[in-house]
């Protein structure tokens, strides 16, 4: 057990506590993205119903667009070997 103590990887690291609530993540506004804060909307919102329903029934389906921008065709072998399991 000794062995393992004094062997630990992580001895002389420094770690940062994070807050549970997201407090004092920005040191110059410590409630910038904490739970419950009110978020900045810079563009209009476009729901169909105001609230929560997307918008825009004719538009692409998000899997057809990225298909269409980087679709592959054939297969790219990784120089590792690793399969594209691990990117997933």
Do not use: C, H, K
């Amino acid at each position: 057990m000794d062995t393992l103590i004094q062997n630990d990887p992580f001895q002389n690291s420094v770690f940062e506590e994070q807050s549970i609530d997201g407090t004092g993540n920005n040191q110059s506004n410590p409630d910038y993205g904490a739970a419950d804060s009110a978020l900045l909307d810079i563009a209009p919102l476009g729901y169909a119903d105001g609230f929560s329903t997307p918008a825009g029934q004719s538009r692409p389906n998000p899997r057809e667009i990225s298909n269409a921008i980087s679709q592959q065709n054939e297969d790219i072998p990784d120089p590792r070997g690793l399969t594209n399991f691990i990117w997933a």
